[in-house]
Nanobody
Framework: QVQLVESGGGLVQAGASLNISCTASAGTITNYAMAWFRQASGKEREFVAV????????FYGDSMSGRFTISRDNAKNAVYLQMNSLQPGDTAVYYC??????????????WGQGTQVTVSS
């Protein structure tokens, strides 16, 4: 059992940067690919980025590539999302998720509760 807790969300202005974190309060993320998703109000959940267990593979959603960077520190049981050049369209609740089947799967076994990111214009 892995319990994921996101943190670091908040209100920022357009053009700003923000780094959000996800840590495991129970269990370990070492054997899981870790991903970030987001869901804006009234919209479907959207894939943001994923990183493999051994950190050799990262993959990003189309609108995120070049602005967002996913990273992880297995020793700290944490995964991060650095977001640059934020725009109002990035406003959403950001969730981290863990996948035992690796970075290429669409099945995620554990989810955090989410952290709100709001970008003002």
């Amino acid at each position: 059992q892995v319990q994921l807790v996101e943190s670091g969300g908040g209100l920022v202005q357009a053009g700003a940067s923000l780094n959000i974190s996800c840590t495991a309060s129970a269990g370990t993320i070492t054997n899981y690919a870790m991903a970030w998703f987001r869901q804006a109000s009234g919209k479907e959940r959207e894939f943001v980025a994923v990183i493999s267990q051994n950190i050799d593979t990262t993959f990003y959603g189309d609108s995120m590539s070049g602005r967002f960077t996913i990273s992880r520190d297995n020793a700290k049981n944490a995964v991060y999302l650095q977001m640059n050049s934020l725009q109002p369209g990035d406003t959403a609740v950001y969730y981290c998720a863990a996948a035992a089947q690796g970075w290429g799967t669409s099945r995620y076994d554990y989810w955090g509760q989410g952290t709100q990111v709001t970008v003002s214009s």
